[in-house]
């Protein structure tokens, strides 16, 4: 052997593993109590890009970073599709184009408020209050339908709008209070909750129960107000224009050579 070969001690690697045909190295580490993994990505990333490696050489996240980022972006999508389903069925409920938006526009304030919610609390963003958060969506939403679509009976009864938002805000104010209630006081059990698995379900109690807490006066505010501006919209002259083009075009075709109704003669009795 020693004629072909020449042997001497070395170190080498006792494995080489391997993801995509290429030679990896894994880097495991825990993140401390309260810390925010996307943060640490983060900065991990900023110092690989700092390390200035050769060619050849790059990083990649797998565990549960990557399905973090993985769930980021499904996450996106599925708010940009809540956000499509709900304007097409409130667009088909209210029979509307424009009352959908005055609705959901209080989904934008729900955000900070379930954001500074977990920040009061101590807890961090993570994927179960992602759920949270959607919701939180359904919930905030309830309050504006329950708003809007009594003010929209009261003006088909003959109220003028200013009476009819005023009216319909005193009429829905006991119930969107009870059911406000009733909903935070449902999640108080996932708030103060202890044990296995109480950590991810404080996460959605507490975006869900403070959000809505926090956002419920300005909504009963703000919904009045887009309603007024939205209905201002809709009286501009395009719109106008717009709704006698679908009156015109959803009206009978005139005929040209009816034939006339048979004329009704009175009879004459004789002597």
């Known amino acids: 052997l020693d004629q072909v070969v020449r042997i001497r001690s070395g170190t080498a690697p006792s494995s080489i593993n391997r993801l995509n045909r290429q030679r990896q190295v894994t880097l495991s580490a825990n993140v401390l ?4 993994q996307a943060a640490v990505i983060r ?5 690989a890009k700092d390390l200035n490696m050769d060619a050849g050489y790059s990083t990649a996240l797998q ?3 990557k399905e973090l980022g993985r769930a ?3 996450f996106m999508l599925a708010i940009a599709l809540t956000f499509i389903f709900m304007y097409i069925v409130l667009a088909a409920q209210f029979e509307s184009f424009i009352h959908p938006f005055t609705i959901l526009l209080t989904l934008p304030i729900a955000v900070p408020f379930g954001i500074v919610s977990l920040l009061i609390a101590g807890q961090t963003i993570n994927i179960f209050s992602a759920i949270g958060m959607l919701l939180l969506f359904g919930i905030v939403k309830k309050n504006a339908i329950l ?9 088909e009864q003959g109220m003028n709008r200013y009476d009819a938002i005023i009216q319909a805000n005193r009429d829905r104010l006991r119930p969107i209070l009870m059911t406000t209630t009733a909903l935070v006081a449902g999640m108080l059990p996932l708030v103060f909750s202890t044990g296995d698995g109480a950590a991810t379900n404080r996460s959605i109690g507490v975006l869900v129960a ?3 807490t926090l956002c419920l006066l300005l909504t009963l505010l703000a919904v009045p107000v887009f309603y007024s501006l939205f209905d201002d919209v809709k009286n501009l002259p395009l719109f106008n224009r717009f709704r006698r083009g679908e009156r015109a075009r959803g009206k009978p075709a005139r005929m040209e050579n009816a034939i006339p ?10 002597a």
């Open 63 to 65: 565990g549960t970073s």
């Open 72 to 74: 980021a972006y499904y």
């Open 147 to 155: 708003q809007i679509d009594h003010t929209n009976g009261l003006r």
């Open 210 to 212: 403070g959000g809505q």
């Open 261 to 270: 109704a048979p004329a009704h003669f009175g009879t004459e009795g004789k």
């Open 33 to 36: 109590p309260g810390g925010d």
């Open 43 to 47: 900065s991990l990333q900023d110092i």
